[in-house]
Structures are given as structure tokens and as C-alpha cells.
């Protein structure tokens, strides 16, 4: 008989191993949601609509037109605004590997690893902004990170990025009971 655990995953090995130091996926702030979306596009609709019906009575045809193409283009740009809001960052780190993955809004992956006990995190700060980018420099790259937090989120991202780094600088951590 096999006990239930002997086929552990080769992840929790590996976690065992190594353990997950610092883990954070960075998404594009968007203020509407769908529901609101909804919303939105419903009311400019309606508005299009009596104001294009008025223009019509009045004489003026043309006008419903425009208010057609009008609401089709905010409904265009408000698609195109949820399209790129699919793009993510997912930044980890280990005892032995930082690991920042890439995914842009059309699915395309970019994955940079990095010696933790070697990479540095540079901050671009401006006097009356406050943190304007992030850079992960080792071995002569420099990567930037977090380009679409505002300057609030990326000080504390960083602060807490810089947490995850000096934790692997510090090495494992062994209890012996």
C-alpha cells in the first residue's frame, strides 16, 4: 500500500528547497469596470440617439451620423483601454533566482532571471513627484519594472521589493527545534 503523500509534487520540493521569498503580480490600474462599462455605453448610446433624433427633426440629418460615429469610437477606445489592461508583471524571489516575467496585453512573454545576491534596485525620484521608475540592474542590464504604478505604489513596491532581496541576502533561515 502507498501512502497518500509519497507523490509529493516536484513544486513543493522545490519550495521545500528554495523557498518563495517575495511573490507580487503588478496589473494596469483601471478605474471602470465592466458593469460600468455597461453603463456608460448605454447612456452615451441613449444620448447619441435623441440628440441624433432631434438633429433629424430639425432638418439636420447628417448630424445622426456623427452621433453614430461617436459613440462607436468611445465604444473602440474603451475596448482597445481593456485589451491592454491583460498586460502583467509577475516579480518573485528566492534564496537563489529573482525571477521577473513579462506578459504584454497581446500575450507576449518576457522573462529576466537574476542572482538576488547581486541585483540592485535602482529608483529614479523626481522632488515633487516622488518615485518615477524602477530599475533592476545586475550583470549590466538594467530592466525597468513597474512602469504603470503611479509614484505611491512604485515607492512601495520598492520598499517592499528591497524587503524580499535583503531576506535572500540574509540565506536560509534553519530552526533546529
Known amino acids: 500500500m502507498i501512502p497518500g503523500n509519497a507523490f509529493a509534487s516536484h513544486k513543493t520540493i522545490a519550495e ?11 496589473t494596469p490600474h483601471r478605474s471602470l469596470n465592466r458593469t460600468g462599462f455597461v453603463v456608460l455605453m448605454v447612456a452615451v448610446c441613449a444620448i447619441s440617439f435623441i440628440g441624433g433624433i432631434a438633429s433629424l ?5 447628417p448630424v445622426l451620423g456623427f452621433f453614430g460615429l461617436d459613440a462607436l469610437a468611445i465604444y473602440w477606445a474603451f475596448k482597445v483601454n481593456f485589451r491592454r489592461a491583460r498586460a502583467y508583471e509577475e516579480v518573485s524571489i528566492t534564496l537563489t533566482e529573482l525571477r521577473l516575467r513579462r506578459v504584454s496585453h497581446r500575450g507576449h512573454v518576457m522573462e529576466w532571471r537574476f542572482n538576488p545576491l547581486w541585483v540592485k534596485l535602482d529608483q529614479v525620484s523626481h522632488e515633487e513627484f516622488g518615485v518615477e521608475n524602477l530599475y533592476l540592474v545586475a550583470r549590466g542590464q538594467r530592466v525597468a519594472i513597474a512602469s504603470f504604478l503611479g509614484p505611491d505604489e512604485k515607492a512601495s513596491f520598492a520598499k517592499a521589493l528591497m524587503a524580499g532581496l535583503q531576506a535572500a541576502r540574509r540565506g536560509p533561515a534553519y530552526n533546529p527545534m
Not at 521545500?16 to 521569498?21: F, G, H, R, S, T
Not at 427633426?57 to 440629418?61: K, N, V
Open 16 to 26: 521545500a528547497v528554495d523557498p518563495e521569498l517575495f511573490s507580487a503580480r503588478l
Open 57 to 61: 427633426i430639425m432638418g439636420a440629418w
